[in-house]
């Protein structure tokens, strides 16, 4: 095995166990596991009512029923989710999902007419739309590095991958022993746990101040306004609606090609799914080796692509085991989205806007995914379902092909973050600081560049910014002399910023510098926005006072 080879292996393998030992994304990891296995157990019970009552149109068009209030309503809720602690509101999400799952399982256990299913439905996909924005947004505050949050996003993606195979298998053993009431009523249980690991989560955030006049509307539109300001996050966002719409054809052509085209039967629908499951754990095992790679861009292209590929394949070599091979690829596909999908806009949206991003993301899935199973009932019914299957299967490819070389810009310029990123945290007054904070910071950054025997700033000066040396070294003056020589990772002028005085040293550069800048409204935002940065900040600034004859500074 080369050395890369097994560096990755230990990437891999560390972004496992990092999730594991750490309680916090424990408990965030597990509630997503049982939300997303509610979800698929409960749209194999669904997609069957459906069926059974009016065929593939009717398939079709609860689908699109379903996700229409969905898509219309995430980006309006999801700014819940950056007013306060996220994980409240995955609770109360959790919770309402479980109800309206419960309520589908009784309607279904005495016989009720399945228009009341289907509102049920609604309701526990209206609430499963704002899950997964505010999952998302939480998980970078519960990372301290770039690192660690791909390592959750691939432990996350390994965890959905696992709902798409358990999710489906479990609704196909309990379909072939009992019927959908049943299956609906699991699902409803895995939500209620879901919502019960999230109630004890602890972890230090920093304060969300609520909007003094909510509207959340308005502040849905800053979400909107984010995404439609950054290339970036268009083209992801773009490509992961078309990767959905994909998502939602299949929710109709899994039930048509096992009952129609395989000849399998309903169990057959849960087969298919089940497959795609296989192919989503599969996939993200080989997903956990991205982590630490500059790459994610290129294969999040990759799994756009094998999104809609096998489709295409199975309509042209329609045979039952052939299509449980060529599904299990989509899986594959999913894994790769999840993982490079999700890290991508958790480090080019800002936190203060991220669950609204997020929101962003999951309405445009959700009225995508309801617009696929519309697009691909029709399909079956105007042609036939081998040529639904080619139509939907070209189109993930052909968009994934054209954006690949705009995917791998973003891939330099997520590199070029991280590197910032790593200067930053290098800084020990900065450490304490969660990642988002610390991007933050690092979006700021401006170059100044300081020749030998220069002054930085001089005792007595306004304190304007905070400075962390990039390459170099600098002598600070104070009382007549040089009371430290600092260097690459190493920052100077808080004090002046956290008390608010002027410049208590002068700051000279011993060799040639390269710093890296800050405004001093963005350090401070930072740095008292946050509980223990705000506690180590004020000892270091004791420490570094005690240096001098505090009756001799400067006000």
Not at 276 to 281: E, F, I, L, P
Not at 318 to 330: H, N, Q
């Amino acid at each position: 095995m080369t050395p890369d080879g097994g560096s990755r292996l230990g990437h891999a393998a560390a972004a496992f166990t990092s999730n594991a030992r750490n309680p916090r994304l424990r408990r965030a990891q597990l509630s997503f596991l049982g939300a997303w296995t509610a979800e698929w157990a409960f749209t194999v019970a669904l997609g069957i009512v459906a069926y059974r009552d009016g065929g593939a149109a009717a398939v079709g068009l609860v689908g699109l029923l379903r996700m229409v209030p969905s898509a219309l309503l995430a980006p309006v809720l999801s700014p819940l989710a950056d007013r306060g602690r996220r994980e409240r509101v995955l609770v109360v999400v959790s919770t309402v999902r479980g109800l309206a799952t419960a309520a589908a399982a009784l309607v279904a256990a005495l016989s009720g007419p399945a228009v009341l299913i289907y509102v049920a439905a609604v309701l526990s996909t209206i609430a499963a739309t704002l899950y997964r924005p505010a999952h998302s947004a939480l998980l970078p505050s519960l990372c301290r590095t770039g690192h660690e949050l791909a390592s959750a996003n691939v432990v996350r993606g390994f965890l959905d991958s696992a709902a798409t195979l358990v999710g489906p298998l479990v609704a196909t053993v309990l379909l072939q022993v009992t019927g959908v009431d049943v299956v609906f009523a699991v699902a409803a249980a895995a939500s209620f746990w879901s919502a019960a690991l999230l109630v004890r989560l602890r972890y230090d955030a920093p304060p969300r101040p609520a909007a003094q006049r909510p509207n959340l509307v308005a502040e849905a539109m800053d979400g909107v306004r984010a995404v439609a300001g950054h290339r970036g996050l268009s083209l992801v966002l773009g490509l992961a609606a078309a990767q959905a719409l994909t998502r939602g054809a299949l929710t109709v052509l899994s039930v048509v090609v096992a009952i129609e085209l395989l000849g399998t039967g309903e169990p057959g629908v849960g087969a298919l799914m089940a497959a795609v499951g296989v192919g989503a754990v599969l996939g993200s095992l080989a997903a956990s080796l991205l982590v630490g790679t500059s790459r994610l861009g290129a294969w999040f292209a990759v799994g756009v692509a094998l999104w809609g590929l096998p489709l295409a394949l199975v309509g042209a070599v329609p045979r039952e085991g052939v299509a449980l091979v060529l599904v299990a690829f989509i899986g594959v596909g999913n894994a790769l989205i999840d993982v490079a999908g999700f890290t991508l806009i958790g480090r080019m949206a800002p936190d203060e806007v991220l669950a609204r991003v997020f929101g962003v993301l999951e309405s445009l899935v959700t009225v995508s995914i309801g617009l696929g199973a519309l697009f691909a009932s029709l399909l079956v019914e105007w042609f036939d379902v081998r040529i639904a299957l080619v139509a939907t299967g070209v189109l993930c490819p052909l968009l994934a092909v054209a954006s690949l070389r705009p995917l791998r810009s973003l891939d330099r310029s997520v590199s070029a973050l991280d590197g910032d990123v790593a200067l930053l945290q290098r800084v020990t007054m900065l450490a304490p600081l969660p990642l988002p904070a610390v991007e933050r910071l690092a979006r700021g950054l401006r170059p100044v560049a300081v020749p030998q025997g220069e002054v930085v700033f001089r005792v007595g000066d306004m304190g304007e910014d905070y400075y962390v040396v990039e390459s170099g070294e600098a002598d600070v003056r104070g009382d007549g002399h040089v009371v430290a020589t600092l260097g690459a990772g190493e920052g100077f002028g808080e004090i002046a910023l956290l008390r608010r005085t002027r410049r208590t040293a002068t700051v000279l550069a011993h060799t040639d510098l390269a710093l890296r800048a800050l405004d001093s409204e963005r350090f401070l935002a930072a740095v008292l926005g946050y509980t223990p940065s705000t506690r180590d900040a004020e000892a270091h600034v004791d420490g570094l006072l005690d240096r001098y004859d505090p009756d001799d500074l400067p006000t």
